[in-house]
């Protein structure tokens, strides 16, 4: 079964070659929790893979416990946006397997910050990865931007589909979060300041969260009010959370409000030190590098392994990945960043 492989050529095609996508997972809680991040499809086109962080693994421990997930891939104005509901099966039983995966799929030239390979293969804390397979279960799509106001076309996977499953779960518990957290009008200051737009997920009537961009956006006393497309297939309303790129999000409960949706918020999720300086993703601070180096050691001692060896080459991209490095090297258009900009431990 593959979805994406029935799609019409243009939107095929668009998501072969696309960086970023938002990926929304549901918490313990039943919030939605977008975290921006880069995608990889299998070669076959059955699964859009992600991957998380070992030392960060909370995108990939609730995608074990709820596999409900949901992905937005949107690239310029002009642009198809995709939007999909999808099983995810997370796979962490070969570490080492997943960061040669990782780094056949998307290599390290988005994030580099022009440092050489030698140097970027010290930064083992971001190179150790947590590998999340999704299937998609319905694919919704617009021809551009504009066209999001409309009724989108729409593939359902077949009523008998079968979804893979998840490695078995690791012993003990996920530590929390390492990372800072500040009061919510204070990060929602910075983030008007520094990000030009925001996502809002919501969960549709089946629980599948649903990330989608907002045309605006303002801070009220309550929270923010967002001015939505028209034509969503879901309604946004119930837990939510807003997430401004990744850099900042909140959480809290979303319902109509005129013509627009108001999102009361509860809180702000920590912020990771990269949010800050990007750099910080292959060159941490000391205190980041020991932090993160330290949730890496018990993260790997959970799935009783070691922590996993870097390749002193880099191993071959694979077919897609070649697309994907066409793209960023076109300066095409993409509207998020690296999961690192927004690991989340909620």
Same mark, same amino acid.
């Given at each position: 079964?593959?979805?994406?492989?029935?799609?019409?050529?243009?939107?095929?095609?668009?998501?072969?070659?696309?960086?970023?996508?938002?990926? /929304?997972?549901?918490?313990?809680?039943?919030?939605?929790?977008?975290?921006?991040?880069?995608?990889?499809?299998?070669?076959?086109?059955?699964?859009?893979?992600?991957?998380?962080?070992?030392?960060?693994?909370?995108?990939?421990?609730?995608?074990?416990?709820?596999?409900?997930?949901?992905?937005? +891939?949107?690239?310029?104005?002009?642009?198809?946006?995709?939007? +999909?509901?999808?099983?995810? /099966?997370?796979?962490?039983?070969?570490?080492?397997?997943?960061?040669?995966?990782?780094?056949?799929?998307?290599?390290?030239?988005?994030?580099?910050?022009?440092?050489?390979?030698?140097q970027a293969r010290e930064a083992v804390t971001?190179?150790?990865?947590?590998? +999340?397979?999704?299937?998609?279960?319905?694919?919704?799509?617009?021809?551009?931007?504009?066209?999001?106001?409309?009724?989108?076309q729409v593939w359902s996977a077949p009523a008998a589909a079968a979804y893979p499953h998840s490695d078995?779960?690791?012993?003990?518990?996920?530590?929390?979060?390492?990372?800072?957290?500040r009061p919510w009008r204070e990060v929602a200051a910075d983030a008007l300041a520094r990000v030009p737009a925001a996502h809002l997920s919501v969960l549709d009537e089946h629980g599948y969260p649903s990330p989608m961009r907002a045309r605006a956006i303002e801070l009220v006393e309550a929270g923010f009010r967002l001015t939505m497309p028209r034509g969503l297939p879901w309604v946004c309303e119930g837990q939510a959370s807003v997430t401004?790129?990744?850099f900042f999000t909140f959480i809290g409960e979303a319902s109509p409000a005129g013509d627009a949706v108001l999102v009361r918020v509860e809180r702000a999720l920590p912020e990771h030190p990269s949010t800050k300086d990007t750099k910080e993703v292959l060159q941490p601070s000391e205190d980041t590098r020991r932090k993160a180096t330290a949730r890496l050691e018990y993260e790997a001692q959970r799935r009783g392994q070691s922590v996993p060896p870097v390749p002193v080459e880099l191993p071959p991209t694979t077919r897609l990945a070649k697309l994907r490095q066409a793209r960023i090297a076109g300066d095409a258009p993409i509207t998020g960043i690296s999961e690192e900009m927004g690991n989340r431990t909620t």
């Open positions: 079964m593959s979805g994406l492989n029935d799609l019409p050529e243009r939107i095929r095609k668009f998501v072969e070659s696309g960086v970023v996508a938002e990926f /929304a997972t549901v918490s313990a809680a039943g919030v939605p929790i977008d975290t921006p991040t880069y995608y990889f499809p299998s070669d076959d086109l059955g699964t859009i893979d992600v991957a998380t962080g070992l030392p960060n693994p909370a995108k990939a421990e609730r995608a074990r416990r709820d596999p409900k997930v949901g992905l937005l +891939i949107e690239g310029a104005a002009d642009e198809p946006v995709v939007a +999909i509901h999808a099983r995810a /099966a997370v796979r962490d039983a070969d570490l080492a397997a997943n960061t040669v995966r990782y780094l056949s799929e998307t290599g390290f030239k988005g994030i580099s910050h022009g440092v050489t390979w030698a971001y190179w150790s990865r947590i590998i +999340i397979e999704n299937t998609p279960e319905r694919i919704w799509w617009w021809d551009n931007q504009a066209a999001l106001d409309g009724p989108p078995p779960a690791p012993s003990g518990k996920m530590q929390p979060s390492a990372w800072p957290v401004f790129a990744g």
